[in-house]
T-cell receptor, first 112, second 113 residues
């Protein structure tokens, strides 16, 4: 499969715990995006990487959130001290040049 | 503020009908507009991308139009099928380069057999 993959697909955690999600983009894509989608809403932009450089962060990305793309390939999104309001689908997308963004299947997070 | 609005929020039609989904956006100076499909609990699949210089794009039974001056786009689905049931999302990119997509809330479509 040469599409965008995300792991895990589902995560249930207790409030206050840390969680980490992984995104593997399409191999030749140097641009990678993270979005968050809550129930009944469209995806909202969180952050963007070009190669290993994090070039833009949304105001939605509080201090508890951190994202990395250490070698310009896969990316991780970590949420520290999770809150119930963090429950959402976390989507990763990648693109190359001016092509459309290709989305992964998402990681659904539930914070109890 | 740059916003994308989709109406209606939900739509139910009998199989075989032609239907139109609407998307409107503030600030007509867009770079491109995309329509996506999302099945329940799944990621997004790109359906059509319209550049700002284009008026429409077609793929199979789908046709997307763009009217920048009025800030509107429509997605036309011909001869709807139960397999078309999904949420359809409209997303706008306002600048070239790294600008992220701004999404509407989507229209949840149900095609009844």
């Amino acid at each position: 499969d040469t599409g965008v993959s995300q792991n895990p697909r589902h995560k249930i955690t207790k409030r206050g715990q840390n969680v980490t999600f992984r995104c593997d983009p399409i191999s030749e894509h140097n641009r990678l995006y993270w979005y968050r989608q809550t129930l009944g809403q469209g995806p909202e932009f969180l952050t963007y990487f070009q190669n290993e450089a994090q070039l833009e962060k949304s105001r939605l990305l509080s201090d508890r959130f951190s994202a990395e793309r250490p070698k310009g390939s896969f990316s991780t999104l970590e949420i520290q001290r999770t809150e119930q309001g963090d429950s959402a689908m976390y989507l990763c997308a990648s693109r190359s040049g001016e092509e459309t963004q290709y989305f992964g299947p998402g990681t659904r997070l539930l914070v109890l | 503020k740059q916003e994308v609005t989709q109406i209606p929020a939900a739509l139910s039609v009998p199989e075989g009908e032609n239907l139109v989904l609407n998307c409107s956006f503030t600030d007509s100076a867009i770079y491109n507009l995309q329509w996506f499909r999302q099945d329940p609990g799944k990621g997004l699949t790109s359906l059509l991308l319209i550049q700002s210089s284009q008026r429409e794009q077609t793929s199979g039974r789908l046709n997307a139009s763009l009217d920048k001056s009025s800030g509107r786009s429509t997605l036309y689905i011909a001869a709807s099928q139960p397999g078309d049931s999904a949420t359809y999302l409209c997303a706008v990119k306002w600048n070239s380069g790294n600008t992220p997509l701004v999404f509407g809330k989507g229209t949840r479509l149900s095609v009844i057999a």
